[in-house]
């Protein structure tokens, strides 16, 4: 009769199990259905288990006070519960001894914990502990205990509790499942909403954050803001970027989500991090931050997880309307490059917004990506990359800017006020194309050189500034420079020698002041560095005394040594004009390697 009266108990408890599907309302049938099964019992505790910090937490339970017990955290071996979770079978403790040594390995906090869900510190008189087995994997531990006297669980009950335990996971699986579905659908579907109304990323940031109830930032993968959810979130921003760099770059190269307890805004909080990924690129970080030291509940991480390819998407589309601009307008900045200005067609210049003002002037920017060890496959998959980063940083600049991509060379023009020197300008654009090639160096593995042409006044005469910035990085290419990036007018007279053979130019050096260049190597003097310095100053003894260190006396002697070995009777005219061009054309011919 007791048997019938527990397998009528038990089939009822599964029936009211499987009556719902909401995930909240399974768990709490569960823990009342458990004591109606396991008669005598007086409290029940639903540990599940997290895998990102190795711990059970009680999720549920009845004859505790969850806003207490709620805290608890066990890494499996400890307590009662955590020894079944690892044996992965049930237990039966029938004695307070026995639940004693069972909880005797829980932390002092856990132990602290446990005193306050009960009002104090007992132990049971009797508990069975079972396993919640999904796929061969414990996902947690349902207990149950008694605390009455003269009463204790028995092999039956365990058999019992088993039995119920089973159903128990299979409604716990459905309801999860049924609960994502539900939940990934209602956030697929309002971001999705907001993604086709053109609303852009930081609408579907906010559209997010209010479903979440969350603040949320979308960093780029060099842990720039793309988009806020509100001011909160740019203030964690800010923070995140300033103390946990290194960090963002740690979370953006992993696989899958991950987060950290950080201090921010001298608080304590869970920060979860959601790289955004597409099959090739990393495009961004997705960041969450929840308050109070709260976990991220499941359903909206896993809703979130799924939801990634919605972020992916708009970042992508956003920078492919860079893109189609850009490229665009590089068949304009072709024709005026390569074509005399009057060939240009208007058409072109007005469907682009781009009038001809006085108050215009204008320069040529031109970047040359230089890997020869490369495969030229891989040398496009990283330059693919690097035009993501030069669009977005284009974007941003208060110049309207032309681009012509052709090959490994990269062309940009920019319009600038009239009324900016070219001072100002250059220094503006020496910042940006300095973090573009530090950008390129370090994430894509591409070394490139920049050259600057000098501001032009007018639209037909932009070549003339394209033509300086491609010498420019010709110049950068021939004499092996440490220097990446260079103005035109920073060439001096060395743009003379570009096109000249190299050779025909040493030759020029050893018939000019070759004798100096010998006499100093074989007697460790230095006629040549005094030559340079005595021409550059005019000629003037005293001052060229001043920056070599030396005795006017001394100079005085160098310089009737240079005559000696020149056959010359002093250094005027011509002759000093021929001196320092040779001067001028063998510090071009030795620059350090780059």
Known sequence: METEKRLMSLIHSVRVLNSTRDLSDVLHQLIKEVLKVISGSNASVLFLYDKRTDELYAKSAIGFDMKYLKDVRMKPGQGMSGKTFSSRRGRVFTSSKDTYSGMSNLTSEAKEIYAKSLGSMEYPMSAICVPLMSNGESIGVLTVDIYEENIQFDEKDLELLETFATQATIAIENATLFSQNERTKRIHEELSRVSLSKGGLEDITKSLAALIEKPIIVFNEFMEPLALSDEGAKDFSAELGQKYIDMLYQVINEENVSY???????????????????????????????????????????????????????????????????????????????????????????????????????????????????????????????????????????????????????TFMFTVRASQSEERVFAHLKQLYKKIIELSKSNFQLSNLVGLGQVVNRLKDVHISYRDAKRSVQYLQSTYNEESLITYRQLGPNRLFLKMDRKELQEYVDETIGEIISYDKQHDTELKRTLEVYLELNQNMSESSKNLFVHVNTIKYRLRAINDLLNIDRLSGEKAFELQLALHILNYLTMKKY
């Open 260 to 410: 950290h307890n950080l201090e921010l805004i001298n608080q304590e909080h869970f920060v979860y991090f959601f790289p955004i990924k597409t099959e090739k690129f990393t495009m961004g970080l997705l960041t969450i931050v929840v308050e109070d030291q709260l976990e991220l509940d499941p359903l909206d991480r896993f809703a979130i997880e799924q939801a990634l390819t919605i972020f992916a998407m708009e970042i992508d589309r956003q920078e492919r309307l860079l893109a189609d601009d850009f490229s665009y307008s590089g068949t304009i900045l072709e024709q005026l490059i390569q074509a005399p200005y009057d060939d240009l067609s208007s058409d072109h210049l007005a469907k682009i917004n781009f009038p001809e003002h006085d108050y215009h002037h204008y320069v040529i920017v031109q970047l040359y990506i230089q890997n020869p060890l490369l495969s030229f496959q891989k040398i496009n998959e990283k330059k693919a990359q690097l035009m993501r980063v030069l669009y977005r940083e284009l974007s941003k600049l208060p110049y309207k800017t032309l681009v012509y991509d052709k090959n490994m060379e990269l």
